[in-house]
């Protein structure tokens, strides 16, 4: 089966310009996460979606990153106004919710890179 | 908050075996994940440790002390394709994923 997509795989902005990012999880994983990585470093918690509600955006860094999933599959990262600092790639991941553990499966990530 | 901490790089011989240590600070412990990731790819898992002890999967093996805070990833019969980054996660109280910074393994002939 298809794993998890994200589109585009790369992304170059000018800064002070609006971006969307999209993930579309695996078939029938209803937890959806959103991370960033930095060269060098390991990915950052972004967000979580439990079906359609965000479960906990803690580590959305400021007001311009938003997040949605309005049917519970697809969702899409949007930065405004983006900065420089904001050049990263951007990693979704999709998992099952049952069971004490379950395994998060990660997209090819997209790379932003702003001007 | 929390914190990992793992070397940054290892070398090690085709055909050996290599450990790679994990130490962590967190308020409240759920588990330890661990992660591969060949440049320019996706993180994929390899191992999760909910309890103390040793996780056993093919080639990689993870072992977890939590009174130790302290766990460990060991790759046996190591090959050129076992090349790439891996990094110790903690697990949160909402599933989501608090990674290290990684180590990166080089093997070598």
């Known amino acids: 089966g298809a794993g998890v997509s994200q589109t585009p795989s790369n992304k170059v902005t000018e800064k002070g310009k609006y971006v969307e990012l999209r993930c579309d999880p695996i078939s029938g994983h209803t937890a959806l996460y959103w991370y960033r990585q930095s060269l060098g470093q390991g990915p950052e918690f972004l967000i979580y979606?439990?079906?359609?509600?965000?479960?906990?955006d803690s580590g959305l860094p400021n007001d311009r990153f938003f997040a949605v999933r309005p049917e519970g599959s697809v969702s899409t990262l949007k930065i405004q106004r983006t900065e420089r600092g904001d050049s990263a790639v951007y990693l979704c991941?999709?998992?099952?919710?049952?069971?004490?553990?379950?395994?998060?499966?990660f997209g090819p990530g997209t790379r932003l890179t702003v001007l | 908050g929390q914190s990992l901490e793992q070397p940054s790089e290892v070398t090690a011989v085709e055909g050996a075996i290599v450990q790679i240590n994990c130490t962590y600070q967190?308020?409240?412990?759920?588990?330890l994940s661990w992660y591969q990731q060949h440049d320019g790819g996706a993180p994929t898992f390899l191992s999760y440790n909910g309890l103390d002890g040793l996780e056993e999967t093919g080639r990689f093996s993870s072992f977890l002390s939590r009174s130790d805070s302290y766990g460990y990833l060991l790759l046996q019969e190591l090959q050129m394709k076992d090349s790439a980054s891996y990094f110790c996660?903690?697990?949160?109280?909402?599933?989501?994923?608090?990674f290290g910074t990684g180590t990166r393994l080089t093997v070598i002939p």
């Open positions: 991941a999709s998992s099952f919710t049952s069971g004490s553990y379950n395994e998060q499966f």
């Open positions: 996660a903690l697990k949160g109280g909402a599933n989501n994923l608090f």
């Open positions: 979606f439990q079906g359609t509600g965000a479960a906990d």
């Open positions: 967190t308020s409240g412990f759920y588990g």
